[in-house]
């Protein structure tokens, strides 16, 4: 019903204006994702990647993989088993929505023409078979092997369609970026061989990006390619005559062109005569070849251009019949210049003509050749009609279709109006639902009348009806599922890229409970994956516009959930789950902040598992931050030594919060030490030169402890800091001070952009490259890739969620997830509280004892921990007053609950109170969790005394050390003697000490006295402990328990540490422990048994009181939160005690 309104109030808005509107719907920004690559990866110094860097690369991981890496390293390093051996990955989708799509072709070994071949970015290269009877497309993958990779091109000839060309690199179109050359499948796309010619080893840079392939129809073996290099004007085309195993240059674009930055980014061949080419200049005059590609001249200049005008890309599409007839879509620009040209040649370039809209027959929104839009230099096609040289078909944000008129005017149409544009009437245009950002078009025909239109674009392939007139009417596409601008298809058919798995994702996130996942990906919104009916990649609904950039969902409320795109704009919160898709966020206009403080293209977020409710987000001038997930927003502007980029929530203490983008002389990254308010600088890693980080990230169990993540050339990728950015250690092996080198432990030289420290083993690392998965298993000494099922992919992003799984961000291959065992119980670190109270007596008459305590790290103040005791004992309310049963802690303010006694008149003995937490929240309590208070009678000069006591030491020598347990009474005995019984516990028999006298008995005085003497033995040992407990006191009032420990110091020789008493009827697992231990008791442990933890200094770490039965004996003790180290475990019932030696591991 939701959605019915929400129709309804637009169409009414519509209406009432008259005008056409703009849907909430926002552009994609693919010249923001350029920068920020240029930014973190291009160097100040132009030490930069080359050509090809990413194969290189991988091919030395694949091959370190199967070597000793561990042959250079000290003994001393701990090692791990590796995470990633354990871990099941699982691809989570989107299963219907895919991504960027530069080539698409249709399979010559398919003479029906329903089988497709399709170039991603990022994802690989894609078979698509499309079943025409139920209109399904099932995809899949042929090139899992190789490395993320942008792929921009392909073809193949007729003669041997087993043949397969294909080109990588996006420079010139926008991309800016180098490619890996060109590579070549001779089995149908099952196998692929990188064919670039090669210098020194790597690919020649002249062949890093190759936009276009063309395939001599009847020699499998003759191609000519467009390529271009980064760096450098260098822009060629290539010929080779033996299926690419030679090159020979056949046009250089900077020589031809009097030296001027020319691209060539397209080449095409006459379909009726391969030995006639044109090809495309970016900037520059088509150019002609008559020899088949041999050699190559200049076209006249396009029409149209007045003085002080300009053209930039242009696309060019030769006519199937008439190999002279040739169509240019031209972005153009300058004074009076229109932005966007149509030129037509009808004798092979020596004349171009301007078609503009017919001024009479035209469509008046065509007029001033405005069809193509602001981004003609990076989605732009053009197509001709198969059967009618005079209908063309360009490609920009939309697809249109024009007619060439006699006069060389033409008439226009839009067979998709994919942004937004809305009638008067309040019904959106024609196929709405096809994606915007054009990038490609192949048709296929029957060589009779019929034809289908294939195109490639941000959203990835489309395909029209097969007619006389493909895709003109409204629903003859076949597309991806999702709305587009928020306008449904209204048509029954089919995704046509259900499968084609190819989005690229910022970031990903999990909704806690459930295998469901937010993200944000490149020029396709934010996506929310359905909750799946089985294992496998899951169907998403589209959510948010724009690029999608970082999101957060709570973690303690599913159903809260925020989403933004690029630049800080497109923030909405769902508090709903997102259950009516994109209908479910409401905007939240508060946290875009103006322009001038600089809202980043990369758009981030950043909240904390612990305060849940904050939410962080950044300008390049400062902090956003909310205290109430979104409700209301606070900036903090910050000094000139600040550059926004990044930000990251410790995930050990969120009290620590990281900013920043940009280390240099005179920028740093910033942290705040109290949750985001302030903000001061670190110290920089490196002097003497800049870099900008292309991650921060930080530790799920050690709070101090921050990762500076860069992605430069031969420099340190990884910088790991214990001291919150006070030093700096680099883990990637590259020299010191940022210097240029190269890695010595095995890290890629790659651009990275994420890391994990796995919270059950710091020492396993997961990096996130832009090649896949690379792991370390002793914290960070020595690197190996991940080889799995996960692809060599560039990873963005991780996060750690619960159900055991880590959550990765892939661009180019949708959502993944690692499913871990050890994660399986993954709790955020919370703050330990130990308890004691400030006396264990007091006198009757209003003496006051306080609840004291000590934290093991900071609490949070917008998550506070609570602690509800319960009251037992012997003392009944009369007996004393309790300010309040819930202790309230936080950094800023503490609750004391103080324990007051009350004076009666009533002669009733000492008596005892029990505290016991009940319940306790945000956070954990270390040690016993019971306090025991003793209150002194004095109604009664015949009560009996109080007894108190100390112990002189807490260390003795194994030799005939000793100590005393001294015995203070307020009065002498009035009741009789004053007996006391003591039980002596810990890791030391009773064959390693002498006990002088036990129990004691006092007849007179006030005081007493046992003394406790070690016994030498020839056994080497641990040290040993005495736990020291009172059992029972007679005539006399006093505290049972625990009184101290002493720790007997061995100075035997070694023997193996696995001497311990055992019994057949207990099984404690594992040993050494991560983070539990599994306890297993057979049938005579029936009923209560008592657990207690002891440290190797007898101190008590963790008490647990368990039921055992025939269904309840396999007991789970969580020790997550004690520290590294032996421990000894008392089992304990009645008489029957079991002891044995346990080992926490990192």
């Not at 230099?377 to 360009?394: G, K, L, M, Q, T």
């Not at 996506?527 to 950039?549: I, K, M, W």
């Not at 009369?878 to 309040?884: A, F, I, Q, R, T």
């Amino acid at each position: 019903m939701a959605r019915f309104y929400f129709i309804v109030i637009l169409i009414f808005f519509t209406i009432s204006c008259g005008e056409k509107l703009q849907v909430g719907e926002k552009p994609t920004d693919i010249k923001g994702w350029v920068e920020y690559q240029k930014k973190i990866k291009d160097h100040v110094s132009g030490n930069n990647y080359y050509a090809g860097y990413q194969e290189i690369e991988l091919e030395k991981l694949r091959r370190n993989k199967n070597l000793n890496r561990f042959s250079n390293l000290s003994s001393d390093i701990e090692f791990s088993s590796s995470a990633a051996d354990k871990s099941t990955f699982t691809e989570r989708g989107p299963q219907n929505a895919s991504g960027r799509t530069r080539a698409i072709i249709t399979d010559k070994s398919d003479p029906s023409g329903n089988t497709y071949l399709a170039a991603s970015i990022g994802g690989g290269i894609w078979r698509g078979v499309y079943n025409t009877s139920t209109l399904d497309m099932v995809w899949s993958n042929l090139t899992p092997d190789i490395e993320n990779l942008d792929f921009v091109s392909i073809a193949q000839s007729e003669s041997n369609p087993n043949v397969i060309y294909a080109g990588t690199g996006e420079k010139s179109l926008s991309g800016d970026d180098n490619g890996s050359g060109i590579y070549k499948s001779s089995d149908g796309g099952n196998s692929w061989l990188n064919i670039t010619p090669k210098v020194s080893g790597k690919i020649d840079p002249a062949f890093a990006n190759v936009y276009r392939i063309i395939v001599d129809p009847n020699d499998f073996n003759t191609i000519i390619i467009a390529t271009d290099y980064k760096y450098f004007c260098n822009s060629y085309l290539f010929k080779s005559t033996d299926g690419g195993a030679n090159f020979s240059l056949v046009y250089s674009a900077y020589e031809s062109n009097e030296n001027s930055c020319t691209a060539v980014t397209q080449v095409v061949y006459a379909p009726s005569d391969f030995s006639i080419q044109y090809a495309a200049m970016r900037g520059g005059n088509v150019i002609k070849s008559t020899d088949s590609g041999s050699s190559w001249t200049k076209t006249s200049d396009f029409d149209g251009f007045q003085s002080g005008g300009y053209y930039s890309r242009n696309e060019i599409a030769v006519s199937s019949s008439d190999p002279n007839i040739i169509y240019a879509g031209i972005k153009s620009g300058g004074s009076g210049i229109p932005p966007f040209m149509l030129n037509v040649s009808y004798d092979g370039g020596l004349e171009w003509h301007h078609v503009e809209e017919n001024d009479k027959r035209g469509n008046s929104e065509y007029f001033g050749d405005n069809w193509i839009g602001q981004q003609g230099s990076y989605n732009n096609f053009i197509a001709i009609n198969p059967f009618n040289d005079r209908e063309v078909y360009v490609g920009d944000i939309n697809i249109h279709k024009f007619s060439i008129l006699e006069d060389t005017t033409k008439t226009s149409q839009a067979i998709t109006d994919v942004y937004s544009q809305i009638n008067s009437d309040g019904v959106p245009k024609i196929n709405g639902y096809v994606h915007p950002d054009q990038h490609t078009m192949t048709i296929f025909s029957d060589g009779v009348s019929k034809f289908r239109l294939i195109v490639g674009n941000d959203g990835g392939p489309a395909i029209s009806d097969f007619s006389s007139d493909p895709g003109v009417l409204d629903k003859s596409w076949q597309a991806t599922e999702f709305m587009w601008a928020w306008t449904p298809s209204g048509s029954s058919k089919p995704p046509i890229d259900a499968g084609y798995r190819t989005t690229q994702f910022y970031h990903a996130t999990k909704i806690k409970g459930k295998n469901q996942y937010l993200g944000g990906t490149q020029d396709n919104g934010t996506y929310l994956t359905r909750e799946p009916n089985s294992n496998g990649p899951q169907e998403a609904s589209r959510v948010g516009s724009g690029d999608g950039f970082e999101s957060v969902t709570h973690w303690e409320d599913p159903l809260r959930m925020m989403l933004t795109c690029q630049r800080n704009g497109c923030a909405k919160i769902s508090y709903d789950g997102g259950v009516n898709g994109p209908w479910s966020f409401q905007y939240n206009d508060s946290f875009k902040q103006d322009d001038s403080e600089g809202n980043p293209f990369y758009t981030k977020l950043e909240s904390s598992k612990q305060d849940a409710d904050m939410i962080y987000g950044i300008t390049n001038n400062g902090v956003i931050r909310s205290e109430n997930f979104g409700d209301s927003w606070e900036y903090i502007r910050l000094g000139n030594e600040y550059l926004g980029g990044e930000i990251e929530v410790s995930e050990a203490n969120p009290r620590f919060v990281y900013a920043g983008s940009q280390s240099s002389s005179n920028r740093s990254i910033h942290i705040s030490k109290d949750w985001g308010k302030t903000f001061e600088p670190i110290n920089q890693p490196f002097t003497g030169t800049s870099g900008y980080v292309s991650g921060i990230y930080s530790h799920p169990t050690e709070d101090s402890t921050v990762y500076l993540l860069f992605s430069y050339f031969e420099r340190s990728k990884v910088l790991e800091s214990k001291d919150l950015g006070n030093t700096w250690k680099d883990l990637s092996g590259y020299p010191d001070n940022f210097e240029v080198g190269t890695s010595s432990n095995g890290f890629p030289n790659v651009g990275v952009n994420a890391l994990v420290v796995m919270p059950f083993d710091p020492n396993i690392i997961w990096v996130g490259t832009e090649i896949g998965l690379v792991e370390s298993t002793d914290a960070g000494n020595s690197w190996s890739l991940v080889d799995s099922n996960l692809p060599y992919v560039m990873i963005n992003d991780f996060e750690i969620a619960d159900q055991g799984q880590i959550v990765i961000a892939t661009y180019g291959r949708g959502i993944w997830t690692a499913t871990i065992p050890e994660l399986m119980d993954f709790k955020p670190k919370e703050s330990n509280i130990s308890l004691r109270l400030s006396k264990d007596t007091i006198s009757e008459n209003e003496d006051i004892a306080f609840i004291e305590y000590d934290l093991s790290r900071d609490v949070s103040p917008y998550s506070p921990l609570k602690i509800v005791f319960s009251l037992t004992g012997t003392a009944s309310e009369s007996d004393y007053e309790l300010s309040k049963d819930t202790l309230t802690v936080t950094n800023s303010r503490t609750e004391n609950i103080s324990i007051k006694s009350l004076q009666d008149v009533v002669d009733e003995g000492y008596e005892n109170l029990k505290l016991r937490v009940s319940y306790i929240e945000n956070g954990e309590i270390s040690g016993s969790d019971e306090l025991n208070l003793v209150i002194e009678d004095d109604d009664n000069a015949n009560s009996p005394p109080g007894v108190s006591f100390s112990v002189d030491k807490s260390t003795i020598q194994e030799d005939e050390g000793s100590f005393d347990i001294n015995i203070q009474l307020s009065k002498t005995p009035n009741q009789g003697d004053v007996e006391i019984l003591f039980d002596f516990d810990g890791t030391a028999s009773e064959d390693d000490f002498t006990v002088s006298e036990n129990p004691i008995k006092i007849s007179s005085g006030t005081t007493g006295k046992v003394t406790i003497t070690a016994v030498q033995d020839e056994i080497d040992e641990p040290n040993e402990s005495i736990l020291l407990r009172v059992s029972s006191i007679s005539n006399a009032g006093g505290a049972l328990g625990s009184i101290g420990s002493v720790t007997i110091l061995d100075d035997d020789e070694p023997v193996p540490l696995s001497l311990e008493r055992s019994g057949d009827d207990v099984n404690v697992y594992p040993n050494p422990f991560v983070d539990h231990i599994t306890i297993e008791l057979d049938r005579s442990w029936d009923g209560d048994v008592e657990l207690s933890l002891y440290d190797m200094f007898g101190r008590v770490s963790k008490t647990k009181n368990i039921i055992n039965s025939s269904v309840n004996f396999i007991h789970r003790i969580e020790l997550s939160n004690t520290n590294y180290g032996l421990y000894i475990i008392k089992i304990k019932q009645k008489e029957k005690v079991l002891i044995k030696k346990l080992i926490r591991e990192n």
